[in-house]
């Protein structure tokens, strides 16, 4: 009887230590675990007050330009409609014939330089606002105790070459993240803010 209640108390303190080495061994959720969060940084883009004011604005200097180069064009038309009437040879007509050509440079310039000043334009802002948006992400983790933050910008379907799949698929990691927090409308919120502050 005694020996049978040893045997029991031995197994049990067996049991009980094994137990406990195989609890230590599970990861668990403990308080230590690291909580996730989203950013849906074209969302954010799109939907901050900032970027429906600097589109507004790019639009109205696109139709400037537009209506410059128009206008140059208009002049060039009258320009290779007027050779028909001069004689060709005469001084007339090749000083009109160098008047065209310097108005065709003139526009074919005129359109380089505005194309890539809306491009520089557009990269800067960009450029600007999503270093401001890393911040506001950051500052907000940290708020909300978050060790990382990740974005999840939806790829848009469909492509429209085979290097827009490309890209995607080499750059949209994130596959699945349900359960995760989503700062995006935060990060809007921010950038409102920090907006209404420099106005």
Known sequence: MVRT???????????LFAGHEYGMAQPGPASGSSEIGIVRIRQAFRECERNRRYRAE???EQSRANAE?????????????????????????????????EKQASLKAMQEFNKRQSLLKD???TEALYKETLEIVASLA???G??????????????G??????????????????????????VVAELDKNDSTKK
């Open 58 to 60: 790019s639009l109205a």
């Open 146 to 159: 978050l060790s990382v933050v990740f974005e999840v910008d939806e790829p848009e379907f469909p492509f």
């Open 123 to 125: 990269q800067l802002w």
């Open 5 to 15: 209640m040893v045997f029991a108390s031995l197994a049990a303190g067996v049991l």
């Open 69 to 101: 180069e128009e206008e140059l064009a208009k002049t060039i038309g009258a320009l290779e409609a007027g050779l028909k009437a001069l004689r060709p040879g005469g001084a007339d007509y090749m000083a009109q014939v160098k008047e065209l050509f």
């Open 161 to 186: 070459s085979g290097e827009q799949l490309m890209m995607s698929i080499q750059t949209h990691k994130v596959l699945y993240s349900a359960g995760c927090r989503d700062l995006t409308a935060e």
């Open 142 to 144: 940290k708020q909300k």
